[in-house]
């Protein structure tokens, strides 16, 4: 158990809907880290964010967006979302080094 | 720019086979960190190890062994007597250490570990 929790587990959603997915960091940690894996793309960075604020930004398209609040957790909305958007979704936190810890990841499923 | 390639789509081995996946890596930098994760069936991401770019020694943990050789951007990862647990997809990652520590994963090698 790495610590980092992610809710749901599993998501299944229709074409064109939105959904929020949850990340919970480590105790004391600061960074977020977003990464999408799907079977096309791979394993991918999204999005960092670091005691609230963006701090770097990947492969995001425009239709998602993140934030993290003051209690540190974090949220990935994904909006309109398409087909290819199925995948699994992990967060990572870590202090502020380069070790991430990983989540248990949310699959959505887009029909 | 920084790639890693894991050229190794799929092994099969038959188990107690020993096999090796194969990671090379590229970067401009001259400090950074190689990661091996381990993903099972039930899809989470377990951390193996952790390298840094100045520390070229070879790791043995139990049945696993890893082989850093920066001369060929290379770190490979060996698993001795393999076992159905051992089962899963692996992957590589390169990250460096400076700015974001935004992980740059390989594509994965699907390791399939036959009783």
């Known amino acids: 158990d790495s610590g980092v929790t992610q809710t749901p587990k599993h998501l299944i959603t229709a074409t064109g809907q939105r959904v929020t997915l949850r990340c919970s960091p480590r105790?004391?940690?600061?960074?977020v880290y977003w990464y999408q894996q799907s079977l096309d793309q791979g394993l991918q960075f999204l999005i960092q964010?670091?005691?609230?604020?963006?701090?770097a930004k990947g492969n995001i398209l425009e239709r998602f967006s993140a934030q993290q609040f003051p209690d540190l957790h974090s949220e990935l909305n994904l909006s309109s979302l398409e087909l290819g958007d199925s995948a699994l979704y992990f967060c990572?936190?870590?202090?502020?080094?380069?070790?991430?810890?990983f989540g248990p990841g949310t699959r959505l499923t887009v029909l | 720019a920084q790639k890693v390639t894991q050229a190794q789509t799929e092994i099969s081995v038959v188990e107690k086979e020993d096999v090796t996946l194969d990671c090379v890596y590229e970067?401009?930098?001259?400090?950074?960190?190689l990661f091996w994760y381990k993903q099972p069936p039930s899809g989470e991401l377990v951390f193996l190890i952790r390298?840094?770019?100045?520390?070229?020694q070879n790791e043995i943990s139990g049945r696993y062994s890893w082989n850093f050789q920066k001369s060929t951007s290379s770190f490979n990862f060996t698993i001795t007597a393999s076992q159905v647990v051992d089962s899963a997809v692996y992957f590589c990652a390169l990250i460096k250490t400076s700015g974001t520590y935004k992980y740059i994963f390989g594509t994965g090698t699907r390791l399939k570990v036959l009783a």
């Open positions: 964010y670091y005691n609230g604020e963006e701090r």
């Open positions: 990572a936190s870590s202090l502020g080094g380069p070790e991430q810890f």
């Open positions: 105790s004391g940690d600061l960074s």
């Open positions: 970067t401009r930098d001259t400090t950074y960190y």
């Open positions: 390298r840094n770019s100045f520390d070229e």
